[in-house]
């Protein structure tokens, strides 16, 4: 089987974990250890922002910046429905209510025009998700936020590297999140990170991760264990410093995807608008004027051929049960969003895709969609 995306692990972060391992200091209480610390410091630089902290998944990472911006009960927070379900369960434990906005059928991020039709008077944030690598019209949702007065937390959990005029993902909010799970960018195995420049979100997410403690035993917030482990840490530094030639791997790939699929006219191929740069996560498509059967059986067929397809997302989030039982979302009509669901399917492009690989993809693609 050709993955969808393969964590790529050497001999330094072996080694690396082999030296914390050794050193019997396997986590530190307060979660400032010595590889946590160097981690967020060379993450900081890498993303442009004057402070890191990190957390223990990219979904802490969404939980501790909605209670670090003070989200109350009853607080509504815009986001798109077109992604996975961490952003709207960060808002929900956080007390908020998750308010859903509609795509750019183009790029699949949430659509700036949309996300002024949902804000209110309780609105308290926007979570633009930078979907795919790519990453979300962030102006004109941060023109929205100066004018009502609401900040703007960017989920870039698929975007490590993504760039919108020339300023990379996690350094254009309020504050950015980051997940490190296994099939991202760079891997930590689990693991998450928030960005920001403002000193005072800084402190306080480092109080939220370590159960609130300004010091020990000593609580000034309510908090959480959003720790990260050393020997995390110790991986993602190894990662991160792998980083900018992952990202050159995964763009040569989605180019010589791009160019093998280029003459199908039944596909639309993913853009990368001049102002922005992709750092893709996944190589999205589109089956044109499919309904979801069509879609279902044709990555069927490519599963069957041991390509590694995947659907993001099959369920948007307000038509899942959960959320379409307690807020009724059902009724909510997202056009943009319930026509991606239907005809959405993403092949890998990872650095350990070889050109032999891709060009088995392009025919086995154009030969299904025969």
């Known amino acids: 089987m050709i993955p969808i995306n393969q964590p790529i692990i050497g ?15 396997l986590t530190e209480k307060s979660g400032c250890g010595y590889y946590v610390s160097q981690f967020e410091d060379a993450f900081a630089k890498y993303v442009g922002s004057k402070y890191a902290v990190a957390m223990s998944s990219g979904t802490a990472a969404l939980h501790a910046s909605l209670m670090a911006v003070g989200l109350r009960a009853g607080d509504e927070v815009v986001m798109p429905s077109f992604t996975f379900v961490a952003a709207a369960e960060a808002a929900i434990f956080a007390g908020g209510i998750p308010i859903f906005a509609d795509i750019d059928p183009d790029t699949y991020c ?41 900040v703007v937390i960017e989920d870039a959990a698929q975007a490590l590297g993504a760039e919108y005029k020339g300023k990379r993902a996690g350094s254009i909010g309020d504050i ?3 997940s490190f799970y296994a099939t991202k960018n760079i891997t930590t195995g689990e693991g998450g990170m928030v960005t920001t420049n403002n000193a005072e979100y800084a402190e306080i997410l480092q109080e939220i991760r370590n159960h609130g403690e300004q010091k020990e035993y000593s ?63 996944v190589y999205t498509v ?71 690989d891709l060009d088995f993809i392009a025919t086995t693609l154009a030969e299904a969609l025969k």
């Open 219 to 281: 609580s000034v917030r309510l908090g959480h264990n959003y720790r990260m482990p050393e020997v995390a840490a110790a991986i993602g530094l190894s990662q991160l410093s792998n980083l900018p030639r992952f990202l050159e791997a995964r763009r040569k790939n989605a180019e010589i995807l791009g160019e093998r699929l280029s003459g199908l006219e039944k596909l639309g191929l993913p853009v990368e608008p001049y102002d922005r740069k992709h750092s893709w996560y």
């Open 286 to 356: 589109r089956l044109k004027k499919s309904n979801v059967g069509k879609r279902n059986k044709l990555v069927a067929k490519l599963r069957s051929k041991r390509i590694g397809v995947a659907v993001y997302y099959p369920v948007p989030i307000h038509m899942m049960p959960y959320y379409k039982e307690r807020y009724a979302y059902s009724k909510k009509v997202l056009k943009e969003t319930m026509t991606a669901t239907r005809q959405v399917f993403s092949l890998p492009v990872h650095p350990k895709i070889t050109e032999g």
């Open 176 to 178: 950015a999140c980051f």
């Open 110 to 150: 949430v659509n700036p025009e949309s996300v002024e039709d949902q804000i209110s008077s309780k609105t308290k944030a926007i979570i633009p998700v930078h979907l795919y690598g790519l990453s979300a019209d962030m102006n004109p949702i941060l023109k929205l936020a100066r004018e009502h007065d609401f």
């Open 11 to 25: 001999e330094e972060e072996i080694e690396l974990v082999k030296k914390v391992l050794k050193s019997g200091l």
